[in-house]
């Protein structure tokens, strides 16, 4: 069988390594999905993020509320999705093996709808979309980890250190410097990641005590 680009084969669910990928996929067949719509390709417009389940306040009520998950599958356009791409591959890449693939994604998903409803408490009128909620919150729990000195993660410092703070970093000052990005949503996901793995060291250090 002949053997899949490197790029291709990160996209394939595997045993063992299943949650990044479909989690990559989904992101990326949505975009492509309003690519094909006519929507855009480098950005999107602000009713067409909502038509697509854009995270907004004065939306949610009834089954608006699903906005608050569906809006982490949605991004702005081609170098938002990029962005956040690259870093739910570093994150999905690490943590994954730690944590087994349905942690990771709960994980996700737990995260993401912390950074969502963060977004909404803190703006009441914004149009919001991005998986970088849910990243910050992988992050934030692989953080916390290492602080603790989870023997798991121990070797993943450096790879940590080189790309995981350079992409955090980056998105917090982009937020501070430039409009429509949403710090609110990355520190609400970053919060709720950091208890998750505050809570996963002390179950595993609990197991260990018990064997």
Not at 7 to 14: E, H, S
Not at 124 to 140: E, K, Y
């Amino acid at each position: 069988m002949k053997k899949l680009p490197p790029l291709l084969a990160l996209l394939i669910p595997r045993k063992g390594r299943y949650a990044t990928p479909i989690l990559l996929d989904i992101n990326l067949a949505v975009f492509a999905l309003m690519v094909l719509s006519g929507a855009g390709f480098f950005s999107f417009r602000g009713e067409d993020l909502l038509a697509w389940g854009a995270n907004f306040r004065p939306a949610l009520d009834g089954a608006g509320s699903l906005r608050l998950l569906t809006s982490m599958f949605l991004h702005g356009g081609l170098i938002h999705l990029l962005m956040n791409m690259y870093g739910l591959l570093i994150a999905g890449t690490l943590l994954e093996p730690v944590l087994g693939s349905f942690r990771l994604m709960t994980a996700y998903l737990l995260t993401g709808l912390a950074g969502s409803i963060a977004s909404v408490m803190f703006h009441p009128a914004t149009v919001s979309v991005g998986a970088s909620g849910a990243i910050f919150g992988l992050f934030g729990l692989l953080l916390v980890a290492m602080a603790m000195g989870d023997p798991r993660v121990a070797a993943l410092r450096r790879v940590f250190m080189t790309n995981v703070l350079f992409f955090v970093a980056l998105n917090l000052a982009l937020g501070f410097m430039l409009p429509g990005i949403d710090n609110a949503a990355h520190i609400g996901g970053f919060l709720v990641g950091a208890l998750l793995g505050f809570l996963i060291v002390l179950e595993a250090r609990a197991k260990a005590q018990s064997t």
